[in-house]
C-alpha cells in the first residue's frame, strides 16, 4: 500500500536531466583529434583510423585481364567458326602478343588478355580437340569474363578517405595499391581505475569468503575489453580507495600519461564519492544528469597535475554495471573514435519489430537489452535492472525507446546490435 | 551482338553445384573441437571460447543492497510521518544493524539494506532536517531502490555455457562472480599463403615499376585480419611459387605446426595451379564447385608430412579477392568457431528493405554488397564483380539472395551485417 500525502517531488531543487544527444554533441566538441601519427605495416593496421587520404597511384587492374580459365577470343570470330586455332598460351603473370584472326589464346585466371581479343570463353565452356585446336561450346559475348583496367580503382582516386576506420576488407584494398605501411592516428592513451571500497577483485577473496557488502569489480574487466577493442593502449590503476587523498593522487599521476582517465563509480550524489572533489582539485568537472536509463550520472572533466603538465580528459562512468555498459557504447566509444580523428561515430541502427510488450513509459530514454528470435523479431530480457549484468550477455543489443513510449507486439523499434556497438 | 548457335553448355561434363548449406554441413562435420585447453586471466578472454561450464558458487549481489544513495526505511513508517530519525550510516563496504521503528538508515549506492528496512528513499526525494532528522519528500514503496539477494546471478547457476565465445559484458559476469582465470579453447593455429606467380607483395616492387600481368597481393592482408579476429595465432608463409615440388614442401612443413592451412589462389580448374596435386600427395583432397556467387571454387583436404605425423586441415578460397573475403565469412568463419567449440556458429541476419533493383537472377545463390541508407534501407553497390574489393570496403554487409530470385525496390531481403561477419 502506497501511501498519497501531497508530498511533491518539486519541492527540492533537481538538476536537471540533460538529453543524450545534447550530451553527447557538448562531449565530441571537447575531443579534439590528438596529435602525432603512426606508420605501421598494413598487415597490422586493423581496426585503426587512416590519418592521411590514400590516394592510388595505379589502376586496379592494371590491364585488361581474364576473370576464368579458359581462352581468350575474338567474339565475333565466332560467327564464322566455333573451332579456332590455339595459338599462344597466357599464364598470370607473363604476357601474350596480338592474338590472329580465327585464333584463341589459352589463358588463365588474372592473366592479361592480348591486344585483339575482347572476350574469355571459360575452359568448361570449351572442348580441346585432339589436333590441338580448341572448340567453343557457347557463343561469346564481348567483354565476357574481362575484368577491365581500372574496375577496381582508378589511378589518382582517393581510395580510402583521412578519418576511415580500417577493417580487415580496407587493408586488402591498401594492399592491392601497394601500400605496405599505412599512417594511422596513435592509440588512445587510457588510464583506467574503479572506486569503492566494497570492491574486491576477482582471486583475491574467494567467494566463499567474501565479507557482506563486498562486491567482486566486474566493470574493469568489460571496460578494459571495450577499450582493448577500440585499439586503446590501457593503463590498469586498479580501484582506488574511497578517500579524497588517494583519488587525487591517482588522478595527477594518470593524467601526466594518458589522453583519458575513465572511471566507474562514484559520480552520483552521494558523499562518499570523491571523484567529484579530486578532479575539481586538478582541474574542472562537469556532473551530468543524463535522461537516460541504464546510465543517469555521467561525470566530464579536465585535469593536469600541474600548470605545466599535459590536460588530460576525465570521464567518469556510473557504477552499475550495466549503466556503465551502456554509457560507455553511447558515449565514450564516439568519443574515443573522435580522439583518433574518425568520421563515422554512429553505431549502426537498424528498424526492427518487438515481440514484447513495454507498458510502462519512463520520462528518460531508455535503453533496452533484447536479442533477436530466429523469426527477426527482437524479445525482451525480463530483468531490465541496471545492476543486472546478465541483461547484457543474453541479450545481442539494445532498443532505442524515445521518452515516454511504451512498446507493444509488432511494433517498429530502433534496435542498436551489440555487434556494431562494441567494435 | 550475340550469335545463338545451337551449342548447348550441356555438351560438356560439367561438376555438380554444390549448395552452401550442404557443403558447410559437411566442412563442420569434419571440424571436431581441438583436444586442449588454456587457463587465461579473465581479462585477456575477449573472443575466447569457454571450456568449461561456468557454474556460480555465490548469489550476486549476495545480500539485498541499495540502488541508490539515499536513506533505508521502513515504507509502513510512512503512514505515521514523514520525519524520520536517522539512526546509522551505512556505507558500501560496511553493513548496517536492525533499523527501529520510525527511524532511518543513511545508505549509500551499494550498501546492504539494515534488517528491518524494505525500500530506499533516494536522497533527491528528502530533506535534510537541522535537526539531524530526515523528511521524506515522496511515499517509499515497499522494495523501491532494492536489489534483492540472487537477481542479477543465483547460487549453483550456470552462468556461462561451455561452447560460448566471450565478449566483454561475459567477462564482466565472469568477474562479477570471482572468476579470475578462465578455462578457454586453445587458439587455433593457421598457417595462411598465396599461390600465384603474378603476386608482388607491396612494399617490394613500387607501383610505376610493376610489370604487366603483376598485381599486389591483397588477399593475405585481409584474410589475416579476419584470422585474428577471430583469435588465431597465424603464421604468414608468404607467397608460394606455381611449382609442384615449393608448394608440396610448403604444405608438408606447415602441415607439422598448425591445425589449418589456409590458401588463397589455386582452387579453380586451370591447370596452373599446383595446389590440388601438392594436396593430393600428402593426403586428401575435394573440391567444390559451389552454388554460390561469388565464391565458385573452393577446396578441403586433410594433409600430413608423414604417416606418424600430425593431419592438418586444408582449405583453399578462391583467388579473386571478393570471392576470397566471403567465402572466408561463411565457411571458414564458422570452421574456425566449431575448432574452437563454439556453440554459436551462424551469423546474425536480419531482414532488411531493398531500395535498389537486381532485375537478372542468378541459378546460384548471390551474397550482394549492399550498405544501408539512414532510413534503413539497403542500397547496392553497382559493380558486384568478384574483383572489386572496393565493393566491401563501401559496403556494410552482404545481401542473401536466393538462387533464382530477382529483387526490387521495396522488397524484404535477408541482410548480413560485416559487423557481425567480421567477429
Excluded at 536531466?17 to 583529434?33: F, K, Q, V
Excluded at 579456332?84 to 580465327?102: D, F, K, M, N, W
Amino acid at each position: 500500500m502506497t501511501p498519497t500525502l501531497p508530498l511533491s517531488a518539486a519541492a527540492l531543487p533537481r538538476a536537471p536531466l540533460r538529453p543524450l544527444d545534447e550530451a553527447l554533441a557538448e562531449l565530441l566538441s571537447s575531443a579534439s583529434p590528438l596529435v602525432g601519427a603512426d606508420s605501421v605495416s598494413t598487415f597490422d593496421a586493423d581496426g585503426r583510423v587512416l590519418a592521411v587520404d590514400l590516394v592510388s597511384s595505379l589502376d586496379v587492374p592494371g590491364h585488361d585481364n581474364s576473370s576464368m580459365d579458359g581462352y581468350a577470343v575474338r567474339s565475333a570470330d565466332f560467327l564464322q567458326t566455333d573451332v579456332l586455332q590455339v595459338t599462344q598460351r597466357i599464364a598470370a603473370g607473363s604476357h601474350g602478343h596480338a592474338l590472329e584472326p580465327l585464333a584463341a589464346a589459352r589463358i588463365f585466371t588474372g592473366a592479361p588478355i592480348p591486344p585483339g581479343a575482347d572476350a574469355v570463353v571459360m575452359q568448361e565452356d570449351t572442348e580441346a580437340l585432339s589436333d590441338g585446336r580448341v572448340r567453343l561450346l557457347t557463343p561469346p559475348s564481348p567483354g565476357q569474363w574481362v575484368r577491365r583496367r581500372g574496375e577496381d580503382v582508378a589511378r589518382g582516386a582517393v581510395v580510402l578517405p583521412r578519418g576511415e576506420r580500417l577493417s580487415p576488407a580496407s587493408l586488402g584494398l591498401a594492399a592491392s595499391i601497394g601500400f605496405a605501411r599505412l599512417q594511422v592516428s596513435r592509440p588512445v592513451r587510457v588510464a583506467l581505475f574503479s572506486t569503492g571500497d566494497e570492491l574486491v577483485m576477482p582471486g583475491d577473496v574467494a567467494p566463499a569468503d567474501m565479507p557482506v557488502g563486498a562486491i567482486y569489480n566486474s566493470n574493469r574487466f568489460f571496460l578494459r575489453a571495450l577499450l582493448m577493442r577500440l585499439g586503446c593502449q590501457v593503463t590498469d590503476m586498479g580501484i582506488v580507495p574511497d578517500r579524497l587523498d588517494a583519488t587525487v593522487q591517482s588522478l595527477a599521476e594518470a593524467s601526466a600519461q594518458h589522453d583519458l582517465i575513465l572511471t566507474s563509480g562514484g559520480v552520483s550524489v552521494g558523499e562518499e564519492d570523491h571523484i567529484k572533489p579530486a578532479v575539481q582539485a586538478l582541474g574542472e568537472l562537469t556532473l551530468w544528469q543524463l535522461a537516460i536509463k541504464p546510465g543517469k550520472p555521467f561525470a566530464y572533466g579536465r585535469i593536469q597535475s600541474a600548470s605545466t603538465a599535459p590536460r588530460a580528459h576525465f570521464i567518469g562512468l556510473p557504477g552499475n554495471p550495466v549503466s556503465s555498459f551502456v554509457t560507455f557504447m553511447l558515449l565514450v566509444r564516439p568519443f574515443l573514435l573522435r580522439l583518433q580523428g574518425a568520421t563515422e561515430l554512429a553505431p549502426q541502427a537498424l528498424p526492427a519489430v518487438a515481440r514484447f510488450s513495454w507498458p510502462k513509459a519512463d520520462k528518460r530514454r531508455e535503453f533496452l537489452r533484447v536479442r533477436r528470435l530466429p523469426s527477426g523479431g527482437l524479445e525482451l530480457y525480463a530483468n531490465q535492472s541496471s545492476g543486472v549484468l546478465t541483461s547484457a550477455v543474453w541479450g545481442d543489443g539494445l532498443v532505442d525507446n524515445p521518452p515516454g513510449q511504451t512498446i507493444g507486439p509488432g511494433d517498429v523499434v530502433r534496435y542498436l546490435p551489440f555487434a556494431s556497438l562494441l567494435c
